[in-house]
């Protein structure tokens, strides 16, 4: 089943935030900006077990669980099991260093065969107080956090991961599943395969303003190809573009910073939010069913609405082809 068929709009909300990224957020907090994003129409929610160890979806779980079951559409990840004990030392996370540090202390096993496939579904059915899941990504079995290892990591989820989904899909357990990664070339590869394959895929950072290069190369023009969806993650790459100091999950790089500036002056020229620049330019590629920012205040996502809706003018988006700020291949929303 096709994402674009799936999904209620082309608005989500993404909740790794939730989980204390780079920070410790209220509990009250947390609740008041998902209850924020169903009072302005947001239907389509994405999490996982990674997220602070359990405590994105048990935060996510506590507000839609007072919401009809029908009325919205849930995602989540396998591939990370969360123990009821406490991690000693420091979490290895490759490259993304302490993202999660003010998260649960629990114990994370990362692992992708059929059995914690399976547990795992059921850990997350559990925090997330619902009785079925719309979607399941197969989560980061990329270069970011398995170095050179991570094609192992790949072959445990395709002979695992891969299969359960599939047959939980051919059931009507859930509707659809694919691979929630930050690396186009799992994706790829998955998409070479002969055997069961993903309705979609989430694809975070890598189809945003600051980062697209790579995926139009490849990963979309076969995935337009095979009709197949993505779901764009971290529009704002990481926080960079809406006022925030990371990219890449890390304090963003000089170049970064000095690519945003002309950004920055780009959409001032023409009057334009930063974000309707980013959310509107994710979402002009055909292959993107939808966008979730993350947020962890209510006036957030109040701003990612009004970013979805706001008229850009065509002139906006013509300069930006002109000036080199994005790809030549990159589909604009005015066809420009």
């Known amino acids: 089943m096709s994402l674009k068929s799936i999904l209620p709009g082309k608005l989500g909300f993404g909740t790794a935030p939730l989980g204390n990224m780079f920070r410790a ?69 490759g490259e993304k260093g302490g993202i999660f540090e003010h998260g649960n202390p629990n114990k994370v096993l990362h692992v992708w065969t059929a059995e914690a496939t399976e547990r795992s579904i059921e850990d997350s059915l559990k925090r ?27 072959e445990e989820a395709r002979t695992g991961a891969f299969r359960v989904l599939s047959r939980l899909r051919d059931e009507g357990v859930i509707k659809a599943w694919g691979l929630g990664v930050n690396k186009t070339e799992p994706i790829e590869l998955t998409l070479a395969l002969d055997e069961p394959q993903p309705d979609g895929f989430l694809l975070a950072g890598r189809y945003t ?3 697209h290069d790579h995926a139009l190369q490849r990963l979309l023009p ?64 055909p292959v993107t069913a939808a966008v979730i920012p993350g947020a962890t205040k209510p006036s957030r996502i109040a701003e990612d609405v ?20 994005v790809s030549p291949a990159a589909p604009l929303p005015t066809g420009a």
């Open 306 to 325: 009004a970013a979805l809706n706001e008229t850009v003018p065509a002139a906006f988006w013509q300069e930006l082809r002109a000036s080199g700020l």
């Open 209 to 211: 303003l600051l980062d």
């Open 128 to 154: 997330l107080g619902t009785d079925r899941l719309d979607i399941v990504w197969v989560h980061d079995i990329a270069q970011d956090f398995h170095g050179d290892q991570w094609l192992s990591k790949f």
């Open 25 to 93: 957020i209220p509990d009250a907090e947390a609740a008041a900006t998902v209850e924020a994003a169903w009072q302005q129409g947001v239907r389509y929610y994405d999490t996982a077990p990674f997220y602070g160890a359990g405590l994105s979806e048990t935060r996510l779980g506590e507000v839609l669980s007072t919401k009809p079951r029908d009325e919205y559409v849930l995602s989540t990840k396998v591939g990370r099991v969360i123990l009821d004990e406490v991690e000693e030392g420091a979490r290895d996370l």
């Open 222 to 285: 076969m995935a337009q190809e095979q009709n197949v969806d993505m779901v764009v993650g971290g529009p704002y790459s990481s926080g960079v573009l809406a006022g925030g100091a990371h990219f890449e999950y890390q304090p963003a790089p000089r170049h970064i910073l000095d690519k945003v500036a002309r950004l920055k002056d780009l959409t001032a020229k023409h009057g334009v939010s930063i974000k309707a620049a980013a959310l509107q330019f994710s979402l002009a590629h």
